[in-house]
């Protein structure tokens, strides 16, 4: 079984730019959220998606968007980049055999604003 | 709103000892689920335990127990006979039957040798 993986694994952008993140969930999973967590700082829910829909949206502006593909992988997308959006952004899937109570998360993409 | 509460910023124990991590949460849910995730430098989280909140009987991996006392709305962690990759942050999780989780701040765990 393959697990949830992210790329790129690190990311430099400067401010004003437009940046996207990849993940793959986890082999049959349907749902996907994305975290931010900054630093020294627990994780913070952006949004999540089941089945291609915005399943549920945390406290972040609409520069932040996503998406996700028919094969469950799913992209998030941030405009307009400011300084505060330098964290480890998470992807996490579910909906295997233990339903869609429990996340597994990927390692992560290290996104630095400068 | 619901929040979750992880007041020992930092716990140091020595290996082969037990360590107890502490987490509160606040809910006005019945139904729900708690997670303590493990998150090494390397950072990927990784799923220690998880109890759902309708069953009474604290939720066991290994080394790794549950003090799950709802009415307190408390949901502590023990690990016994600590080892050396046990150190890592530990995140503390909460759940509703669908949507986000909520993650506490996290405490860090320190193994002595």
């Known amino acids: 079984e393959t697990g949830v993986t992210q790329s790129p694994t690190h990311l430099i952008k400067t401010r004003g730019q437009q940046v996207t993140l990849r993940c793959s969930s986890q082999s049959g999973h349907n749902t996907v959220s994305w975290y931010q967590q900054a630093l020294g700082q627990g994780p913070q829910f952006i949004f999540q998606y089941y089945r291609e829909e915005e399943n549920g949206r945390g406290n972040f502006p609409p520069r932040f968007s996503g998406l996700q593909f028919p094969n469950y992988s799913s992209e998030l997308n941030v405009n307009a980049l400011e300084l505060d959006d330098s964290a480890l952004y998470l992807c996490?899937?579910?909906?295997?055999?233990?339903?869609?109570?429990?996340?597994?998360f990927g390692p992560g993409t290290r996104l630095t604003v400068l | 709103a619901q929040t979750v509460t992880q007041s020992q910023p930092e716990m140091s124990v020595q290996e082969a000892e037990t360590v107890t991590l502490s987490c509160t949460y606040d809910t006005s849910e019945s139904d729900y689920y708690l997670f303590w995730y493990k998150q090494p430098p390397s950072r990927q989280m990784i799923l220690v335990i998880r109890?759902?909140?309708?069953?009474?009987q604290n939720a066991t991996e290994n080394r790794f127990s549950v003090n799950f006392q709802k009415a307190a709305k408390s949901f502590s962690l023990k690990i016994s006979d600590s080892q050396l990759g046990d150190a890592a942050m530990y995140f503390c999780?909460?759940?509703?039957?669908?949507?986000?989780?909520?993650f506490g701040t996290g405490t860090r765990l320190k193994v002595l040798a």
């Open positions: 999780a909460y759940r509703r039957r669908t949507y986000k989780y909520i």
């Open positions: 996490a899937s579910s909906g295997g055999l233990l339903g869609t109570d429990t996340q597994y």
């Open positions: 109890q759902e909140a309708y069953k009474q």
